[in-house]
């Protein structure tokens, strides 16, 4: 299968001194879903602004390994470079410009090229947004948000759809109509997604790889159902499975942390 993104060993630091990302390999083939799971603080969104760019705003600088995209390294081009290329990002925070509408927003973004899809197909995968098209994005729900910011994402025509934090604060009816049409718009538009997501739960039911990171490391990664098998995993990121004699989480961390994951 082809490789559309591919970090190697890459380490990103914050004003020159904090290491928020060491040594992270990844990969993204081609027509797939990959997620990179984690508590808050382990370094997704770190390695997610690394890929698309977007660490000046925050001084942050990659300051080891590489990134490749289609082919090609791409470590350290900025942001718009990148979008260009097809590395669309869903960012974590203010996905949505509150003070225009939803077509306004869906107009907002649209770059000097052919979309992937217009804003009537947008539409389209999402009812919901044609029904409020003249409201202020501010009103909508927070479900109906990242509806808005995955429909703005698509007018970028992404190769890779980088996308954070999707479920963050949501019901998890919601969640779930959200992470089905992730996998729809891989399945129709063929596009790849790189999933970060606290929700491993919602995460690993939709992708076909998983990693996950702790303290700024990948610490395991494995197909999707291997994670969702893996003892550890169930217990400290699914919250199923607890044995007994269990007391605290980082103790038993700690202790499992000395041997090797897989
Ligand atoms: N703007 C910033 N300046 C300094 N440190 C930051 C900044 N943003 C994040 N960090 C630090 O980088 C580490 C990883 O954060 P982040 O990538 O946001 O994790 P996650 O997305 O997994 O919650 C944390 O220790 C966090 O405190
Ligand atoms: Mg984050």
Redesign the pocket.
């Given at each position: 299968m082809t490789t559309l993104l591919e970090l190697e060993n890459v380490e990103v630091v914050?004003?020159h001194v904090?290491t928020?990302?060491q040594a992270v390999s990844l990969a993204v083939p081609a027509r797939s879903i990959v997620a990179l799971l984690?508590?808050?603080?382990?370094?997704?969104?770190?390695?997610l602004r690394a890929i698309s760019g977007f660490l000046g705003a925050?001084?942050?600088r990659i300051v080891g390994g590489r990134i490749a995209f289609l082919g090609e390294e791409v470590t350290g081009r900025p942001p718009h470079e990148l979008a260009r290329r097809g590395l669309v990002l869903v960012p974590?925070r203010d996905k949505v410009f509150e003070t225009l509408t939803v077509q306004e927003n869906l107009r907002a973004l649209v770059p000097g090229r052919r979309a992937a899809v217009t804003p009537e197909q947008v539409f389209d995968y999402f009812p919901v947004l044609a029904e409020r098209r003249r409201q202020l994005a501010g009103y909508l729900s927070g479900g109906e948000r990242q509806m808005l910011a995955l429909g703005t994402a698509l007018l970028c025509r992404p190769v890779v759809l980088l996308v954070?934090e999707l479920s963050l604060g949501l019901a998890p009816l919601v969640v779930e109509g959200l992470m089905a049409m992730v996998r729809r718009l891989r399945d129709e538009l063929g596009i790849a997604v790189l999933l970060?997501e606290q929700n491993a739960a919602a995460a690993l039911g939709v992708a076909d790889h998983g990693y996950v990171?702790e303290h700024?490391r990948v610490v395991y990664d494995g197909p999707a159902e291997r994670l969702l098998a893996h003892e550890d995993i169930r217990e400290f990121y699914l919250g199923l499975g607890h044995r007994a004699g269990r007391k605290r989480y980082t103790e038993v961390k700690q202790y499992r942390r000395r041997r090797r994951w897989f």
């Open positions: 914050y004003h904090a928020a990302v984690g508590t808050n603080g382990a370094g997704k969104t770190t390695t925050d001084d942050a974590e954070d970060v990171m700024g």
